[in-house]
């Protein structure tokens, strides 16, 4: 069972940066796809940006110029640079992973696995 595990989150200013990391127990597919996903209270989770193991990347139109996403095969690590954050940034951040596939998904149907989350708080 490949467990993901957060971490990154935390207090910012608007305008300030923090970056998330998703580290997945090992595995051995050769193919993924990992995403970061968001929900913040009384909101649907939101996909966030997606990247896959041929380096495709998407992003919601919310974070484009702001957020990048990116991977660490060699140390089984999932990234999100966050940048110019904005109190509307605010939420739980998941990572996700599927195994086995390619495709950059911002779909939560398209994962089976999930990490518990980390906290982002944006002030004004």
């Known amino acids: 069972q490949v467990q993901l595990v957060e971490s990154g989150g935390g207090s910012v200013q608007a305008g300030g940066s923090l970056r998330l990391s998703c580290t997945a127990s090992?595995?051995?597919?050769?193919?993924?796809?990992m995403g970061w996903f968001r929900q913040a209270p009384g909101k649907v989770r939101e996909g966030v940006a997606s990247?896959?193991?041929?380096?495709?990347?998407l992003y919601t139109k919310s974070v484009k110029g702001r957020f990048t996403i990116s991977g660490d095969s060699v140390n089984n690590t999932l990234y999100l640079q966050m940048d110019s954050l904005k109190p509307d940034d605010t939420a739980m951040y998941f990572c996700?992973?599927?195994?086995?596939?390619?495709?950059?998904?911002?779909?939560?149907?398209?994962?089976?696995?999930w990490g518990h989350g980390t906290q982002v708080t944006v002030s004004s």
């Open positions: 090992e595995y051995t597919y050769s193919t993924y796809s």
């Open positions: 996700a992973a599927t195994f086995g596939t390619l495709g950059s998904s911002l779909s939560a149907g398209s994962y089976n696995y």
């Open positions: 990247y896959d193991s041929v380096g495709r990347k």
